[in-house]
Nanobody
Framework: QVQLIESGGGLVQAGGSLNLSCAAS????????LGWFRQAPGKEREFVAA????????YYSESVKGRFTASRDNAKNLLYLQMKSLKPEDTAVYSC?????????????????WGQGTQVTVSS
């Protein structure tokens, strides 16, 4: 059974930083495409970042490029999202996702498994 469990969310002031983690189990981690998505209240889920199979290539939405860094540790089955210079508009539930094939995917329909999410709240 595949499980993705996020952690690291919380409340932070604008301009601050947070580091999210996603622990995966039940899958062959190093062949899965991995990504981060977020959903703010009343809005659709949106793509945030994706990492390639080996973690050497990343892909970001324009809204977070230059502020967020996605990475993965295949030896530990962990996916990370470092978030800096946070803005109130970054407030959302952040979820990690896994696709059953390697690649960089910005479309949520490419992903097969999802975590429950962790709340990130940025105060102004």
């Amino acid at each position: 059974q595949v499980q993705l469990i996020e952690s690291g969310g919380g409340l932070v002031q604008a301009g601050g930083s947070l580091n999210l983690s996603c622990a995966a189990s039940g899958l062959t981690f190093n062949i899965y495409g991995l990504g981060w998505f977020r959903q703010a209240p009343g809005k659709e889920r949106e793509f945030v970042a994706a990492t390639s199979r080996g973690g050497g290539t990343t892909y970001y939405s324009e809204s977070v490029k230059g502020r967020f860094t996605a990475s993965r540790d295949n030896a530990k089955n962990l996916l990370y999202l470092q978030m800096k210079s946070l803005k109130p508009e970054d407030t959302a539930v952040y979820s990690c996702a896994a696709a059953r094939r390697p690649g960089l995917f910005g479309n949520e329909n490419e992903y097969n498994y999802w975590g429950q999410g962790t709340q990130v709240t940025v105060s102004s």
